[in-house]
């Protein structure tokens, strides 16, 4: 497996074509179109491909008369996207055709059976996207700075793999290359283990009673956040990868075994040890993620701040950070319970803790620690 990065502009001249108007293939037409590429859109809902059109990111595919697109970019959802590439491959048959599904596997697999022209086929992913979908949610820097994977197949060309690439890097993103198997092993693992984590979580606060939940703060915000994702996208996502997920399931219900197996008896010999020894996994994991910019992981220290629940308080307070001359590494918001405050929860380098807690006191600004 290798992963590079490309910088400086990208090399697609175009005319691209895009099948499929949702959020990602809709982003894909307005990023391209920024950079002057022309854009024509295809989908099988005309009110998607006219909104999609309305917004900017291109022109119906009809009015590309006859002409040879340089690209296709198929954006069909999961469980129809190899028949639509087959079939974008034998209309288009100057054109290399890459697809953008969240599964490369088993899409690989089911275009080799078909006999489709291989050698003009790259499988790709980027790993971006929101929970709301269609689009109107669409953004044209929805890519910008996020992880894009390359999964070129045995067949590829050279010159295929380099247009998918020059995709992902017109648009901003940081290029990864893997093998089909290893990017579904690997997005079981940090993407759809997070998804069936948080929407199992989030299914046991229905019908929990209000003020109970009025207790909750950035810590179920957080882990909930993407519970909100669509139903539908992620059957097709969860069934399209069943076997890698079921493997890394298969650890994670060993886990919770032992965790039950502790808590109903919490004061047995070695049941405090084997609580901590569970935290302590998980803490020696989450140092695993990369840090900023995919760098090496870093530890940051964290301090909150108390705000007026009222307009421009947060920007007076990031520019007055700014003036001391601290960089905020990462920023979490929440609001007090029963107050008219807000809690800026801001993460800097330990080296910059104490200095700005003190520049901040003396600007007036209420901290804790």
């Not at 034998?90 to 080799?112: G, H, R």
Request: aromatic share 4%.
């Amino acid at each position: 497996m290798s992963a590079f990065r490309s910088h400086g502009r990208g090399h697609l001249n175009g005319p691209v074509v895009v099948i499929g108007t949702g959020l990602l293939g809709t982003s894909i037409g307005l990023g391209l179109r920024g950079r002057g590429v022309p854009v024509f859109l295809s989908d099988p809902s005309p009110t998607n491909q006219a909104v999609a059109v309305d917004i900017g990111a291109g022109q119906p595919l009809g009015m590309l008369d006859g002409g040879t697109p340089e690209l296709v970019v198929v954006a069909a959802p999961p469980d129809v996207t190899a028949s639509v590439v087959a079939q974008a491959l034998t209309d288009y048959p100057d054109s290399v055709v890459v697809d953008i599904a969240s599964v490369k596997a088993a899409i690989l697999a089911e275009l080799q059976a078909s006999g489709a022209d291989m050698s003009r086929y790259v499988g790709t992913h980027p790993m971006a996207g929101r929970e709301k979908s269609g689009p109107v949610a669409a953004r044209g820097e929805l890519f910008t700075s996020m992880p894009w994977v390359v999964c070129p197949g045995p067949d590829s060309s050279a010159d295929a793999v380099q247009t998918a690439r020059s995709l992902a890097t017109d648009l901003g993103a940081v290029v990864s290359e893997f093998t089909a198997d290893e990017h579904d092993q690997a997005v079981a693992l940090v993407s759809h283990l997070p998804q069936i984590m948080s929407s199992l979580l989030a299914s046991q606060l229905q019908g929990t009673p209000l003020h109970a939940l009025s207790l909750a703060g950035n810590g179920l915000r957080d882990v909930t956040r993407i519970a909100a994702s669509d139903p539908t996208l992620w059957v097709q996502i969860l069934g399209g990868n069943a076997a890698k997920v079921v493997e890394i399931l298969y650890g994670v219900r060993e886990d919770l075994n032992r965790l039950i197996g502790t808590l109903e008896q919490p004061l047995a010999p070695g049941a405090r040890l084997d609580l901590a020894q569970l935290i302590s996994e998980g803490n020696a994991g989450q140092a695993r993620i990369p840090g900023k910019h995919g760098g090496p992981p870093q530890a940051y220290t964290w301090l909150t701040v108390l705000v007026d629940d009222r307009p421009g308080q947060i920007a007076r307070l990031l520019t007055e950070i700014g003036e001391v001359g601290v960089n905020v590494e990462d920023l979490r918001l929440d609001h007090s319970s029963g107050q008219n405050v807000g809690m800026v929860e801001l993460s800097v380098l330990p080296n910059k803790h104490d200095h700005l807690i003190e520049a901040l006191n003396d600007r007036g600004w209420r901290v804790l620690q």
